[in-house]
T-cell receptor
Framework: AQSVTQPDIHITVSEGASLELRCNYS??????LFWYVQSPGQGLQLLLK??????LVQGIKGFEAEFKRSQSSFNLRKPSVHWSDAAEYFC???????????FGKGTMLLVSP | GAGVSQSPSNKVTEKGKDVELRCDPI?????LYWYRQSLGQGLEFLIY????????KSGLPSDRFSAERTGGSVSTLTIQRTQQEDSAVYLC???????????????FGDGTRLSIL
């Protein structure tokens, strides 16, 4: 069965510092990969997605993610974090032949001044 | 509107009552999903509708939960005889997925926060 692991429940980063949120998926087929962000009281907003091609994908709000097949990973990065980035981040995976996505449990990002 | 709309945004009800939650997907999206998000738990898949096909109900936690989608558009999630453990945020999402692949992103509403007293 498909699963997504986000090993960090909480991460605290200083404003202006770089950020990397980890995501690992388990399944052999070629995945479709997504990162979503959820601010308090809001739904999930799509940050970026990977389907095929260039393994480094750019998203909104200055985020990027890199697909590494050998590591079954799709880590989210941002070179300089802003206080407004404080939110919960979810990684999700989908596959051809499957209609639904599998979500990780999320990583809560806290930004310190 | 341009996005997924859910109503009500908040619902407080007494244990044992029935509740109905509504989702209005993005126009033209054939796929509609319901999720439950409990504190610190991430997203729990509940049910999936694709066009006129029979829904995938594999995530519904009990027979107190049901959902329908009328005319391929608006969906209603119904919880009968609510229990305190039903307290959660219920999120709806829609996508342009054809059902043969999950390569289309899902677009989420802001959710309904359900509190059972």
């Amino acid at each position: 069965a498909q699963s997504v692991t986000q090993p960090d429940i909480h991460i605290t980063v200083s404003e202006g510092a770089s950020l990397e949120l980890r995501c690992n998926y388990s399944y052999g087929a070629t995945p479709y990969l997504f990162w979503y962000v959820q601010s308090p009281g809001q739904g999930l907003q799509l940050l970026l997605k990977y389907f095929s091609g260039d393994t480094l994908v750019q998203g909104i709000k200055g985020f990027e993610a890199e697909f590494k097949r050998s590591q079954s990973s799709f880590n989210l990065r941002k070179p300089s974090v802003h206080w407004s980035d404080a939110a919960e981040y979810f990684c999700a995976v989908g596959y051809s032949g499957y209609s639904t996505l599998t979500f990780g449990k999320g990583t809560m990002l806290l930004v310190s001044p | 509107g341009a996005g997924v709309s859910q109503s009500p945004s908040n619902k407080v009800t007494e244990k044992g009552k029935d509740v109905e939650l509504r989702c209005d997907p993005i126009s033209g999206h054939t796929a509609l999903y319901w999720y439950r998000q409990s504190l610190g738990q991430g997203l729990e898949f509940l049910i999936y509708f694709q066009g006129n096909s029979a829904p995938d109900k594999s995530g519904l936690p009990s027979d107190r939960f049901s959902a329908e989608r009328t005319g391929g558009s608006v969906s209603t999630l119904t919880i009968q005889r609510t229990q305190q453990e039903d307290s959660a945020v219920y999120l709806c999402a829609s996508s342009a997925s054809t059902g043969f692949s999950s390569n289309q992103p899902q677009h989420f509403g802001d959710g309904t926060r359900l509190s059972i007293l």
